[in-house]
Antibody
Framework: QLQLQESGSGLVKPSQTLSLTCAVSGGSISSGGYSWSWIRQPPGKGLEWIGYIYHSGSTYYNPSLKSRVTISVDRSKNQFSLKLSSVTAADTAVYYC????????????WGQGTMVTVSS | DIQMTQSPSSLSASVGDRVTITCQAS??????LNWYQQKPGKAPKLLIY???NLETGVPSRFSGSGSGTDFTFTISSLQPEDIATYYC?????????FGQGTKLEIK
């Protein structure tokens, strides 16, 4: 059973860089037919898709965050990562990683989520 | 970007009721629409993909329909464990986008 687990800093100072990692277990991140995404959810609000990466390393970022986002993959560790630079309080959210089925565009497997607070 | 608009934003219903949520896309997205259930403190869970296909293991009381710009999500007989927020999501065009959510409560 494929599982995803987020990890990283839970508290980030304004203007600094948020860094999170998603470890994939029970399957390979190099499996064809899937991409690997980050989604976030501010407290009490809806879902915002941040971007995805394929195992090949190709990426697509939401234009609303594109200038500040980097998603990378480490196939040797079976994990992918998110960096979000120049954070503000508006970036405070639960961050989820998820697998995206290429054919249906569906986020079919999710991590449990990790809360990141931006505060000095 | 494609905007997804759900209605209602919140809904109160009784156990056994038939519940319907609608999702409207700002442009034609064919059937490239998925539905998710999110319980408090938990990650979203995929229920319906491609507008009307039930994800494996999801109870048959959940269903979806529609194409183009107008979509419907239905719970045929509301159960207490269905209390959650429901989201639609389009994948016709990047960036992927979600509706604002519909919070379902028990009356």
């Amino acid at each position: 059973q494929l599982q995803l687990q987020e990890s990283g800093s839970g508290l980030v100072k304004p203007s600094q860089t948020l860094s999170l990692t998603c470890a994939v277990s029970g399957g390979s991140i190099s499996s064809g037919g899937y991409s690997w995404s980050w989604i976030r959810q501010p407290p009490g609000k809806g879902l915002e898709w941040i971007g995805y990466i394929y195992h090949s390393g190709s990426t697509y970022y939401n234009p609303s965050l594109k200038s500040r986002v980097t998603i990378s993959v480490d196939r040797s560790k079976n994990q992918f990562s998110l960096k979000l630079s120049s954070v503000t309080a508006a970036d405070t959210a639960v961050y989820y990683c998820a697998r995206v089925c290429f054919s249906s565009g569906a986020f079919d497997i999710w991590g449990q989520g990790t809360m990141v607070t931006v505060s000095s | 970007d494609i905007q997804m608009t759900q209605s209602p934003s919140s809904l109160s219903a009784s156990v056994g009721d038939r519940v319907t949520i609608t999702c409207q896309a700002s442009q034609d997205i064919s059937n490239y629409l998925n539905w998710y259930q999110q319980k408090p403190g938990k990650a979203p869970k995929l229920l319906i993909y491609d507008a009307s296909n039930l994800e494996t293991g999801v109870p048959s009381r959940f269903s979806g329909s529609g194409s183009g710009t107008d979509f419907t999500f239905t719970i045929s007989s509301l159960q207490p464990e269905d209390i959650a927020t429901y989201y639609c999501q389009q994948y016709d065009n990047l960036p992927y986008s979600f509706g604002q959510g519909t919070k379902l409560e028990i009356k």
